[in-house]
């Protein structure tokens, strides 16, 4: 049974860091590409970041630049999102998915998503 399980978040203040996990079981992870994203009420789900299978390419949303890395260990099936200098707009609920790209956008390949994990930043 595929299942992702996300954790780490947490309510810190404005420039703390959170490192976000996720993992995947009942999957071939180490062949996906993984993404993650994120949502508050009453808005669409936003890419946030996604890491290529080997982790050799990674991708960004403009907002989180400079200031998240997302990484993966194929070896343990789980993907993370370290994030830096967050900021009260980064407080949304957090999810990981396996991902496709068209080259400008990109979309979750799977008809579920995880529990997500909520961080909330206080500014």
């Known amino acids: 049974q595929e299942q992702l399980v996300e954790s780490g978040g947490g309510l810190v203040q404005a420039g703390d860091s959170l490192r976000l996990s996720c993992v995947v079981t009942?999957?071939?992870?180490?062949?996906?590409?993984m993404g993650w994203f994120r949502q508050t009420p009453g808005k669409e789900r936003d890419f946030v970041a996604g890491?290529?299978?080997?982790?050799?390419?990674?991708a960004y949303a403009d907002a989180v630049k400079g200031r998240f890395t997302i990484s993966r260990d194929n070896a343990k099936n789980t993907a993370f999102l370290q994030m830096n200098s967050l900021k009260a707009e980064d407080t949304a609920i957090y999810y990981c998915a396996a991902v496709g790209t068209d080259g400008s956008r990109w979309y979750s390949l799977l008809d579920y998503w995880g529990q997500g994990t909520q961080v909330t930043v206080s500014s």
């Open positions: 009942g999957r071939a992870f180490s062949k996906d590409t």
């Open positions: 890491i290529s299978w080997n982790g050799r390419q990674t």
